[in-house]
């Protein structure tokens, strides 16, 4: 038996109507705040992630998908949404737009990541990014509205972590520093955390062996380092948020692992996802549109992941919605049935009819009708007029074929 690969899993229907629900909250949350859909494509040149992500991430460096197009050149099944985005407004030249442009996304990523729960290799994500903003209340509206669809799909026992990173220029000095604390205490980090220290510094905060936790316990943190208006940059973002009423935790060793943040970085994590405890995260990106050759352009956004929202949202199936009409087919009269589901159909009413090979029963097409949870069972024949029963009280009465479908939209009793 072939089966899907490793990290990758299939939505079934089950699944997909949980997700319906997902995806309608995001549009409805989303849409209210002015931002507008956008899907870029699902592989994307190598050089837009090593760019925009970074050269020295896992992402970039361990695990990305990326293969030759056939041409020659170089392409990557997309890791994240905000590079391609990023690339699109700047090839729609959407900086002439009125500014700032929303935007918010529902696609799936790949990752070559070590498959466990809540953590896949192809994985859905919503997105939604704010460009052309540099407003803390950009940040603070973003995150709002994250906490509300969080909140909406019953994500269970979640915690906001927030950040600021400052601006480039205080990370370089920043991480100057850093770096000189690492190399004095170099003996007791993990080998990984050493091979990075001149690469990225800043990762060692989200280290998990204990000699390089201990050693980052008392490194300088570039929270206190933040002066001027990165400081009075991220004290706005946390007073509207206290001013609506999102509580948080300022974590000074919040560290993402994407390299295109400035300033305000976050994280939900829900403590019912165990290991893979992020729900969703995201952060402002004020160059990477400049790095990737549009015009300067500050912008913010986050990403929340569909599975982990699903997973932290706890399992309540989601039933079917009911069949107006289930069309039961007694003898020869598949012709009369198939119109009457399509009439059915195009009169706005939900269809279906008996497909079964061999044909059921009746008592077999009444039964999967009551399992459709159908309103009303229309039993064509041959010849004769149909019956049409209601389910709910179980009356049935003969009437010609052109009154069923006016009788069902009229919802009048059959007795
Ligand atoms: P990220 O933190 O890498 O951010 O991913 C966002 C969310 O995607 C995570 O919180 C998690 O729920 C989900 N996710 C990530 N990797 C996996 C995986 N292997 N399996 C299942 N779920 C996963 C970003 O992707 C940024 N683009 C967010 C952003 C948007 N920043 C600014 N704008």
Do not use: C
Request: charged letters at 25%; proline letters at 6%.
């Amino acid at each position: 038996m072939i089966q899907v690969p490793r990290g990758t899993q299939d939505v079934l229907p089950k699944d997909a109507a949980r997700r319906d629900v997902v995806e309608a909250h995001a549009k409805r949350i989303l849409g209210a705040a002015g931002y507008a859909r956008i899907e870029t494509p699902t592989f994307e040149a190598t050089e837009l992630f090593a760019r925009g992500v970074g050269e020295s991430t896992d992402i970039v460096q361990k695990e990305m998908y990326t293969f030759d197009d056939g041409g020659g050149r170089s392409v990557t099944l997309r890791p994240e949404g905000t590079a391609g985005v990023a690339r699109a407004y700047i090839e729609h030249g959407m900086h002439k737009l009125p500014q700032p442009v929303k935007l918010w996304y529902l696609s799936s990523f790949f990752r070559r990541e070590a498959p466990q729960k809540g953590r896949y290799r192809q994985f859905w994500q919503i997105g939604a990014e704010t460009i052309g903003s540099g407003e803390p209340a950009a940040d603070a509206e973003l995150i709002v509205l994250l906490a509300d669809l969080l909140d909406a799909v019953g994500v269970r026992g979640s915690r906001l972590r927030l950040n600021s990173l400052g601006t480039p220029e205080t990370r370089a000095a920043y991480r100057e520093e850093l770096k000189a604390y690492l190399l004095a205490h170099e003996d007791q980090l993990s080998q990984e955390v050493r091979g990075r220290i001149e690469t990225n510094p800043l990762r060692a905060f989200d280290a998990t062996d204990p000699g390089t936790q201990h050693v980052m316990a008392n490194a300088p943190l570039l929270l206190d380092r933040l002066a001027g208006e990165d400081a009075d940059h991220f004290a706005e973002v946390r007073q509207l948020l206290d001013d609506a009423g999102v509580a948080y935790d300022v974590d000074p060793t919040l560290v993402r692992g994407l390299d295109y943040y400035a300033r305000t970085l976050w994280e939900f994590t829900s403590e019912s996802l165990g290991a893979q405890s992020g729900v969703a995260g995201g952060g402002r990106y004020d160059r990477l549109i400049e790095q990737l050759d549009g015009p300067p352009t500050p912008a913010s956004g986050w990403a929340a992941g569909i599975e982990r929202m699903l997973l932290a949202g706890g399992e309540q199936p989601i039933a079917p919605a009911p069949v107006d009409l289930f069309v039961a087919i007694d003898g020869v009269a598949a012709r009369d049935a198939f119109r009457l589901a399509g009439e059915a159909r195009q009169a706005g009413l939900s269809a279906r009819m008996e497909l079964a090979t061999p044909t059921r029963s009746l008592k077999g097409q009444l039964k999967q009708a009551d399992r459709l949870r159908a309103r009303y069972v229309a039993i064509v024949a041959g010849e004769g007029d149909p019956r049409l029963k209601e389910m709910d009280s179980g009356e049935q009465r003969e009437l010609p074929l052109g009154d069923v479908i006016p009788t069902i939209l009229r919802g009048s009793r059959l007795s």
